[in-house]
């Protein structure tokens, strides 16, 4: 008996290494895989890790743009708020030259009496008070007669030959006043040139 519990042992021992070794060869096989499919999520997580930094570094980029244009875009509405600024009311300035004209006109006229010498008077006070005004908003009379031709602040209407002591291209007369807003002329002067 003892033959046969020793044969049924060493069956038993072959049968549970026999079992064992299989156990250990799945193990091992599962660890193959296990190892493979681990190193697949490796892989697709630095792939996903690479298309995020990307995406980071698109909307960085995108963000740097978008920061570069709205300061691009503040410094225009500046610029353009302080040109609204210093050209305030130009269109006012410019509808009112004709008054002056006007005015100027009226002061040429030549009085005999005294009613008329009043009024002149009355005129003249109007005139000044509205150069006075035009003035502090910086709004001044183009200074053109007897200087040099300057097409960019005159307009000349009529040439004449020069006389005398008169230089070639010098304003000779000033047929109507020109006016300029700072550095911005709101009407050119109309004159006569020497040629």
Same mark, same amino acid.
């Given at each position: 008996?003892?033959?046969?519990?020793?044969?049924?042992?060493?069956?038993?021992?072959?049968?549970?290494?026999?079992?064992?070794?299989?156990?250990?060869?799945?193990?091992?096989?599962?660890?193959?895989?296990?190892?493979?499919?681990?190193?697949?999520?490796?892989?697709?997580?630095?792939?996903?890790?690479?298309?995020?930094?990307?995406?980071?570094?698109?909307?960085?980029?995108?963000?740097?743009?978008?920061?570069?244009?709205?300061?691009?875009?503040?410094?225009?509405?500046?610029?353009?708020?302080?040109?609204?600024?210093?050209?305030? =009311?130009?269109? &006012?300035?410019?509808? /009112?030259?004709? @008054?002056? *004209?006007? !005015?100027?006109? #009226? %002061?040429?006229?030549?009085?005999?009496?005294?009613? =008329?010498?009043? &009024?002149?008077?009355? /005129?003249?006070? @109007?005139? *000044?008070? !509205?150069?006075? #005004? %035009?003035?502090?908003?910086?709004?001044?009379?183009?200074?053109?007669?007897?200087?040099?031709?300057?097409?960019?602040?005159?307009?000349?209407?009529?040439?004449?030959?020069?006389?005398?002591?008169?230089?070639?291209?010098?304003?000779?007369?000033?047929?109507?006043?020109?006016?300029?807003?700072?550095?911005?002329?709101?009407?050119?002067?109309?004159?006569?040139?020497?040629?």
């Amino acid at each position: 008996m003892a033959k046969t519990d020793t044969a049924k042992s060493a069956s038993q021992v072959k049968s549970s290494a026999a079992k064992t070794d299989e156990k250990a060869a799945k193990k091992v096989d599962t660890k193959k895989t296990d190892v493979k499919s681990s190193a697949d999520q490796v892989k697709e997580l630095q792939k996903q890790i690479a298309d995020l930094k990307k995406q980071l570094d698109d909307k960085d980029n995108q963000y740097l743009r978008a920061e570069a244009e709205i300061q691009n875009m503040t410094k225009r509405f500046n610029k353009e708020r302080a040109q609204l600024a210093k050209y305030d =009311g130009q269109d &006012l300035a410019t509808s /009112i030259l004709p @008054v002056l *004209d006007n !005015l100027k006109r #009226a %002061l040429a006229i030549e009085v005999t009496d005294e009613n =008329g010498a009043q &009024l002149k008077k009355g /005129i003249q006070m @109007v005139h *000044d008070h !509205l150069e006075h #005004a %035009l003035k502090e908003h910086s709004i001044t009379e183009i200074e053109a007669l007897n200087k040099p031709f300057d097409p960019t602040t005159q307009q000349a209407v009529q040439t004449v030959a020069a006389s005398g002591d008169q230089k070639k291209d010098t304003v000779v007369k000033v047929l109507q006043a020109g006016y300029q807003m700072k550095d911005r002329v709101l009407r050119p002067a109309m004159v006569v040139v020497a040629q």
